[in-house]
């Protein structure tokens, strides 16, 4: 049976940082607020679009996987925040690294994108149609922000994960199973509004884009169904919640965190968390905590991993897989964005408010 193994991994997070302390100076908030409530301490502010850090992480995760951009068949940016609505991020990000072999598209599933990601990658696969994945959760969703609006202006931050996926006929690795779910009657509970066709060129309201979230009702849903999800994914594995070695959820609170390993009876050092020092970087924050989770030595070959996610929609999914042997690159890139001389505050505010 053929399955996708995970070969290849990356990041790339924007060098301009925005602590809580610098969110005093442009909202009615306090580090102690925000770090208490939701474990974040810091954020990075993209200088770049979402193709520029995508591309980065692409190609750190390429060589990792120790293959040229001409080796990838498939190229699958997960983003809510792409650069333009045509072309896809993915395309260019193709033409960014060079990948000219591969078919590229853009997936949508707000904070779960990358799970919905890698899951149609490893069917793609599995059913014999391509041979090598890159998939890639990036955001730039300060983009979309308040500035001011303090119940969501405090929680997001800028980023760009990668993972290379491969056919492997191994039976001891790769991605083992997936639960995807979605209840589109909640729609309104987290939305960026006035971006698409229901505002059209020329209505008032036209560009007026904002982030609107139900935070509470969403951190409710999200405990729940993360937890749903990561247990019927080891259940279709044939694995219960006593085989995983490490859960890497989605980082969108770290209150959402506890409560859900608590669910699934899992101790802090089963569950990876840095949140501190990115907030939510949406589809980004998988890749980004895999990639660290492998630089911190915190996965070993063997190990059974789970990645739980949740975001608007609502979606959530839970994905089970086993990692092979290698967890040290076989190349490094030395690829990287452009510099800035911005601060992330400097950043935020040369943004036009609307
Ligand atoms: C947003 C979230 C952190 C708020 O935490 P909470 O404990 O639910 O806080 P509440 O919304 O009940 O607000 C409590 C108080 O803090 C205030 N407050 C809200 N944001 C604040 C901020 N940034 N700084 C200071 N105070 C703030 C509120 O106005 C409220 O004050 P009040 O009691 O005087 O009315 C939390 O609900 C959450 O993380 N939800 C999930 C959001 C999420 O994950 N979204 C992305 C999905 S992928």
């Keep these: 049976m053929t399955r996708a193994a ?55 995760a390429i060589a990792a996987a120790g293959l040229e951009p001409e080796d990838i068949d498939m190229l699958l940016v997960c983003t809510c925040s792409p650069d333009r609505l045509i072309p896809s991020a993915a395309a260019m990000v193709q033409a960014k690294i060079g990948a000219h072999n591969a078919g590229t598209m853009d997936l949508n599933a707000a904070c779960t994108g990358f799970l919905y990601g890698l899951t149609a990658a490893a069917g793609l696969i599995a059913s014999g149609a391509i041979t090598r994945a890159l998939v890639i959760g990036a955001e730039k969703l ?31 690795e790769g991605i083992l199973s997936t639960e995807l779910g979605s209840d589109g009657r909640m729609t309104e509970l987290l ?22 979230m139900e935070g509470r009702e969403i951190f409710r849903n999200a405990v729940v169904k993360m937890g749903e999800s990561a247990t ?3 259940e279709k594995a044939g694995l219960t919640l006593a085989d995983v070695d490490l859960l890497i959820p989605h980082q969108a609170n770290v209150r959402i965190i506890d409560a859900t390993a608590k669910r699934m009876n899992l101790n802090p050092a089963q569950v990876y968390v840095n949140i501190a020092s990115y907030g939510n970087t949406s589809a980004a ?20 991993i789970v990645f739980v996610a949740f975001g608007g929609g609502l979606t959530w999914g839970g994905l089970a897989l086993r990692w092979g042997d290698r967890t040290e690159p076989i190349r490094t890139s030395d690829a990287a964005l452009p510099p800035t001389d911005k601060t992330g505050l400097e950043l935020l505010a040369a943004r036009p408010r609307v």
Excluded at 51 to 60: E, I, K, L, T
Excluded at 286 to 304: C, F, M, N, Q, S
Aim: some cysteine.
């Design 285 to 304: 924050t998988i890749p980004i905590a895999l990639t660290e989770a492998l630089e911190e030595g915190r996965i070993k070959p063997g190990d059974v």
């Design 6 to 60: 995970i070969t290849g991994w990356g990041k790339c997070v924007p060098p301009a940082v925005l602590s809580n302390h610098d969110l005093e100076q442009v909202m009615d908030t306090n580090d102690e607020w925000i770090h208490t409530r939701s474990g974040i301490k810091e954020r990075r502010i993209a200088h770049v679009e979402v193709s520029d850090m995508a591309a980065v992480a692409g190609q750190h």
């Design 142 to 172: 300060t983009a979309f922000l308040n500035i001011g609006e303090r119940a969501t202006g405090v929680l997001f931050g800028d980023g760009a994960g990668a993972v290379v996926l491969e056919a492997t006929e191994n039976a001891n």
């Design 191 to 212: 939305s960026v509004t006035h971006t698409g066709t229901e505002y059209p060129k020329g209505d008032p309201l036209y560009a007026e884009r904002t982030v609107y």
């Design 232 to 234: 019927n994914a080891l």
